[in-house]
């Protein structure tokens, strides 16, 4: 049976353009000019944009679930000579599509997901990034303990309503860890919504 177009995720239509900026203000030529692995890229939507926004830069979408595949495949389709098709990855899994990137990107996975995912992308993303390189984190965060809006108060307890190892992480609790792995991170960037871009270049 034929599948259905495309499906759209509303959430990337409203937060797609702001995290292109954003990245632009992480990214230096090396970022730009090389490669990104995309972790849990969903409907591809923003793995198209970005391909939109970046021009010289090859990007790599994956995720844990194959039933997004012909979605993201899908929205990349005009961009392919920079897009390669959608490889499934779970973060846990080894080895990475790619032995070698200059920026990761994971966007609202690590709080739909177990600890044990965050811990495994940091993990890997510091393995295979090349001196310089950046991981790119997109999500609602808690600072200083503390959640940053009351409807993130709400969204946490909808995750851990679903499973009680979701929920929204801590900058300070992934920074450790991010740190631990031979990355450090700039300053967050506050985004629309209540989310933070994190960004963390390895060492
Ligand atoms: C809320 S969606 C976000 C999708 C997309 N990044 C976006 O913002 O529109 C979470 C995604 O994380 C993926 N995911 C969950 N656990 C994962 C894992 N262990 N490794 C890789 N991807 C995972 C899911 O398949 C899903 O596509």
């Known amino acids: 049976m034929l599948r259905p177009v495309k499906r759209t995720a509303p959430s990337a239509l409203r937060n797609r353009e702001p995290i292109a900026l954003a990245l632009q203000q992480l990214f230096s030529p090396q970022h730009t000019h090389g490669a990104l692995l995309e ?16 021009g010289a830069l090859s990007i790599q979408p994956t995720d844990a679930d194959p039933a997004n595949v ?35 990107l994971c966007i609202n996975m690590i709080h739909i997901a177990p600890w044990s995912a965050c811990e495994a992308l940091i993990k890997g993303s510091a393995h295979i ?25 709400t969204f946490d307890q909808w995750l851990k309503d679903k499973d ?4 929204v992480r801590a900058i300070e609790a992934v920074t ?21 871009v994190l960004g963390f270049y390895k060492r």
């Open 129 to 153: 990034l090349a001196p310089g390189g950046l991981l790119a984190l997109y999500g609602p965060f808690t600072r200083d303990g503390e959640h940053t809006a009351p409807s993130n108060v």
């Open 164 to 167: 009680p190892a979701y929920g």
């Open 70 to 104: 012909h979605d993201i495949d899908a929205w990349t389709e005009p961009h392919r000579s920079r897009v390669k098709p959608a490889v499934v990855l779970d973060v846990h899994s080894h080895p990475w599509p790619l032995a070698h990137a200059d920026v990761v």
């Open 176 to 196: 450790a860890l991010a740190s631990a792995q031979g990355l450090s991170r700039v300053e967050p960037i506050e985004m629309p919504a209540n989310n933070f």
């Open 39 to 54: 972790i849990a890229s969903g409907t591809g939507q923003h793995a198209a944009h970005l391909a939109e926004h970046f």
